[in-house]
């Protein structure tokens, strides 16, 4: 063989460290930029959880009571599902938006709690549902670790 047609190509050791390059980046990007995408998602939640509250606080200002169906308040048909999107009916969005009372000494007249509960295929082991009462308390479901605390504060 002359040398011109020796260099025309890669060796296969060549192709062979290249892709192991690539998948050694590929194995410390995507775990990253999973992360990146569930606290995305955790954003939405928690901006979902602000904006529906706004609604409630609005709502009992004209009529001095909290109401158990917050789906009308958002303009969907009465007890639709509420999801944490732009569009709160889209059935993609990452949560799902419920109202309860907080405890039983305080109705739902009085008080309310925000839950926003993961919507598959969503999941979220670190911080499970996102939740904010009435009285502007924030919290999440999971009890976890310490980190698992400073991931889901907010």
Not at 17 to 41: E, F, N, W
Not at 46 to 59: F, K
Not at 94 to 116: D, K
Request: glycine share 6%; hydrophobic share 40%; aromatic share 8%.
């Amino acid at each position: 063989m002359t040398k011109a047609m020796r260099s025309a190509g890669f060796t296969l050791i060549e192709l062979m460290t290249v892709v192991v390059v690539i998948a050694i980046l590929v194995a410390v990007a995507y775990p990253s930029y999973q992360d990146h995408v569930r606290k995305g998602k955790r954003a939405e939640g928690r901006a979902a959880l602000l904006r529906i509250a706004q609604v409630l606080e609005r709502n009992y200002t004209d009529r001095n009571t909290y109401v158990t169906d917050i789906a009308p308040l958002v303009g969907l048909a009465a007890n639709a599902a509420v999801y944490s999107g732009e569009n709160p009916a889209d059935t993609t969005s990452s949560y799902r938006v419920t109202v309860t009372a907080p405890t039983a000494g305080c109705p739902l007249a009085s008080c309310f709690q925000l839950v926003a509960t993961p919507n598959a295929p969503f999941a979220d082991a670190d911080c499970g549902n996102l939740t904010l009462t009435s009285t502007g308390q924030r919290g999440w479901s999971t009890s976890g670790t310490p980190s698992t605390a400073a991931l889901c504060k907010w």
